[in-house]
């Protein structure tokens, strides 16, 4: 990936009179921050043409200068002293209306995500794919099953890029039990020392010193450098201060959760794990601020699908004056993806779910008890069955009861364990996916 041209500067453009003249045309006949609903970087728009009879570069310093209008600071400041700014613009207010409309408040989720005793399944596979992904665009090399394979049996890794994905999945755990917590540098240092556990960052310096400032690489091109390592302890600082404290004037919290996302990316604190952490306060100024249905979103598996997208909102933002209103628009997008995928998931399992169940009832492997409990055991899937209660249930003998659950246990539809002196028995963990191959 390219470094993107530097726009030019626009008082050089506006030196010239007759320039000056034609761009505050434009700007009298309205000219917007986003034409055609797009928030284009200079290295986009100079290959558009223009309105008749204006220069690119004239109609680029209208744009600029129309942004301004709009534009909003926050307290992240460059090496200069500069602040970083976003623009108020229709794209990024469409994109804020869609999450609040489909990530908080009270919403019409299927029966199996909102169910106390199946949600915890539906939360813990969407953690699992967020470690992992967010481990493979650091870099880790494992394929997904084998990941999934890992965390669910508990087994240790067996290499570092397994360790990577298992620190992950702890870590937003982790976020999940400090969601009400003030952000603290204590509560970034544990997160980060989470992420990097038990691996080869683990014996490098924990904060960055002069003796390794670092840059970003993409391709083994320097596209960044972060800050003086000095600056670090201070930064962080405002950035707990930004994270916990009520702005004066609105700021979204959408737009609050995805400018710390950038922000720790900005300061580069650690000598890696920083797109980690990054990544996980952004779940945690979520979930924090009430979005709950975050606990069931990936957007890692997004960015992973369009990397040079994600490092090229950043660049955007450095090229053009701190405007993040790049990275803002780039991680909307992310986050819309993320949430259609969901919904998409989410109805596809419902689907299933009624697929199955009207299988099972056309079906005569079955009795009729043994079709009302696997019609259970699927909307339910941690539930517990003993001979006694389907027993009490269909009001048959104890042999009866017995023989149901033996037989389904026998097929592998049910797994039995023996707790003193009962027997009890519990859906197999991909009862539906054994149910469908039958």
């Given amino acids: 990936m390219r470094t993107p041209q530097v726009p030019p500067d626009i008082y050089n453009v506006l030196e010239d009179k007759d ?13 917007g921050p986003a034409p055609d609903g797009k928030y284009r970087h200079w290295d986009t728009q100079r290959r558009i043409a223009p309105p008749p009879g204006v220069s690119a570069e ?29 623009t108020v613009c229709d794209p990024l ?14 919403l019409e989720l299927p029966q199996q995500a909102t169910n106390p005793e199946t949600k915890d399944r539906y939360i813990i596979n969407s953690l699992i794919e967020e470690a992992i992904t967010s481990s493979q665009l650091e870099g880790a090399a494992t394929t997904r099953t084998i990941a999934k394979e890992m965390i669910r049996s508990g087994r ?22 400090i969601k009400n ?7 970034i240092s544990d997160l980060h020392t989470t992420i990097i556990r038990d691996t080869e960052t683990q014996r490098l310096s924990y904060f960055r010193t002069e003796a390794n400032n670092i840059a970003v690489y993409y391709k083994e091109a320097i596209i960044f450098r972060p800050p003086p390592a000095g600056e670090v302890p201070e930064r962080l600082q405002r950035l707990c201060a930004f ?46 601020q009430g979005f709950w249905l975050f606990e069931y979103i990936s957007i890692s598996s997004i960015l992973k699908a369009g990397p040079s997208k994600y490092a090229r909102s950043f660049l955007y933002t450095e090229t053009d004056d701190n405007d993040l209103t790049y990275f803002l628009l780039a991680q909307l997008s992310v986050i819309k ?49 003993t001979i006694k209660s389907h027993r009490a249930s269909h009001r048959v003998a104890y042999q009866t009861a017995r023989t149901d659950l033996l037989e389904l246990a026998e097929r592998g539809l049910l797994v039995q364990s023996r707790q003193r002196t009962a027997y009890t028995f519990v859906p197999a963990n991909d009862l539906q996916d054994r149910l469908r191959r039958r």
């Fill in 243 to 288: 994270a916990n404290e009520t702005q004066s004037g609105f700021l979204h919290p959408v737009i609050k959760a995805i400018v710390l996302h950038f922000w720790l990316a900005y300061i580069h604190p650690f000598v890696n794990g920083n797109g980690r952490t990054a990544r996980a306060l952004f779940y945690w100024s979520m979930l924090s």
């Fill in 337 to 385: 993806r993320a949430i259609k995928a969901l919904y998409k998931y989410l109805t596809r399992k419902t689907i299933e779910v009624k697929e199955i169940l009207a299988v099972l009832q056309s079906s005569d492997q079955f009795n009729h008890r043994q079709l009302a409990l696997l019609s259970h055991a699927i909307r339910h899937p941690g539930q517990r069955y």
């Fill in 58 to 86: 004239e109609y680029w310093v209208a744009l600029k200068l129309a942004r301004r209008q709009f534009q909003k600071e926050i307290p992240l400041r460059d090496y200069g002293g500069q602040p970083f700014t976003y």
């Fill in 181 to 187: 917590q003030s952000l603290t540098m204590e509560v």
């Fill in 93 to 106: 207010l469409e994109l804020l209306h869609y999450v609040d409309r489909f990530t908080s408040g009270t």
């Fill in 156 to 177: 240790r890794p067996i290499s570092e890029d397994e360790q990577m994905i298992l620190n992950n999945f702890q870590a937003m755990l982790q976020i999940q039990a």
């Fill in 19 to 31: 320039s000056a003249g034609r761009i505050f045309g434009l700007l009298v006949k309205g000219s």
